[in-house]
């Protein structure tokens, strides 16, 4: 794909103006790099309200009137999951390149058109499993690829979040379960962290409280990976923590070496604070404004792939691997059906 005369200018396009999509306008505005010419959201109240406090130019509820625009380079799908696949293909038949929020789709099927339809196109596309881009996983990473613990063999992954995101947060939950929506951050980590790939995977799921509010999605999650190696992980993701835990979500990761452990307790990001009303953990490390300028893992995700648009290279986040995560999570979902061990991909 030719990018604007100028190249070193990257035009940027958002597709869903809410909480994700509100991020990815901070990081882009703060890159020099880039121009943040367009939003689409629905309702287009939301597309508005985004514009105008970033100045972002075109304003739409139709996101094809923004993949039509010629100047617009790089699209950043930050839509609900479910919704990943359709606007995928089609910024991908426009020439489009592509940033989208994990995960890739909710099948795949879908997932495996899309790779395809990139691997045919000049055009980029990377799954922002901004995990990656916080420093404690990305050193964890480079310990493991040093050979600090030895092979890896065991892993251990939790997720958990507040019951507000399922409630409240989430207009869409029912559409999707926490493995989903938590997990799959987890299993990318995970995988990435192993070196392997998943081939089985046996899950059980508990569920209620939800259901007795209208929600029909699980309360928790509990799945046993083995990967094609013989490592073994397992993979937790809940979402009926009460509103009172001091964070909105309890993260813990944990790999088990033939020759040390790792282990990632992600609780305070290094901040406490307490009032006379609340004692909480704020979270910094997947966004924050540093001094008037956005940071944190989602905005070193965007500037990575605008870096490998730029130059010409593949993303660190590889389509094979985000594939390997949308395996990993219907296989999981079919074993819940089950009942049983089912195979992955």
């Known amino acids: 794909m030719i990018l604007n005369q100028d190249q070193r200018i990257v035009a940027v396009g958002i597709i869903g103006a809410g909480i994700m999509g509100r991020s990815h306008a901070a990081s882009a505005v703060g890159d020099p790099r880039v121009r943040l010419r367009a939003v689409a959201g629905v309702p287009v109240g939301t597309a508005t309200e985004l514009a105008e406090t970033y100045g972002i130019e075109r304003v739409t509820d139709d996101y094809t009137e923004l993949l039509a625009d010629p100047v617009i380079d790089l699209v950043i799908v930050a ?83 507040r019951i507000h995101v399922p409630t409240t947060m989430l207009s869409w939950s029912e559409r999707t379960t926490c493995a989903w929506f938590l997990s799959s951050h ?86 406490q604070l307490a009032t006379t009303e609340t004692y909480e953990y704020p979270r910094m490390s997947i966004g924050v404004d540093l001094h008037g300028r956005r940071g944190g893992a989602v905005t070193a995700a965007q500037q990575h792939l605008v870096d490998c648009i730029l130059a010409g290279r593949a993303p660190l986040v590889d389509p094979q691997s985000s594939r390997d995560v949308i395996a990993l999570l219907e296989a999981l979902h079919r074993s819940l059906e089950t009942g049983q061990p089912e195979s992955v991909g």
């Open 186 to 271: 987890d299993m990318d980590l995970v995988g990435w962290f192993l070196g392997e790939r998943p081939v089985r995977v046996y899950a059980n799921a508990v569920s209620g409280v939800l259901r007795e509010r209208g929600i029909d999605t699980p309360d928790a999650i509990q799945a046993q990976v083995t990967y094609a190696g013989g490592a073994v992980a397992t993979f937790e993701s809940c979402w009926i923590y009460p509103d009172t835990f001091p964070t909105m979500t309890d993260s813990f990761i944990e790999v088990i070496g033939e020759r040390g452990v790792i282990q990632l307790p992600r609780v305070d990001d290094q901040l």
């Open 79 to 161: 839509t609900p999951d479910h919704l990943h696949a359709e606007i995928c293909l089609a910024a991908l038949r426009a020439g489009k390149h592509v940033l989208v929020e994990k995960p890739l789709t909710t099948s795949l099927a879908e997932a495996d058109k899309i790779i395809a339809l990139e691997r045919e196109s000049s055009s980029t596309l990377m799954v922002s499993f901004n995990h990656r881009w916080i420093p404690a996983y990305a050193q964890a990473h480079a310990e493991i690829v040093a050979g600090r613990i030895g092979r890896p063999r065991l892993a251990y992954a939790r997720k958990n979040d």
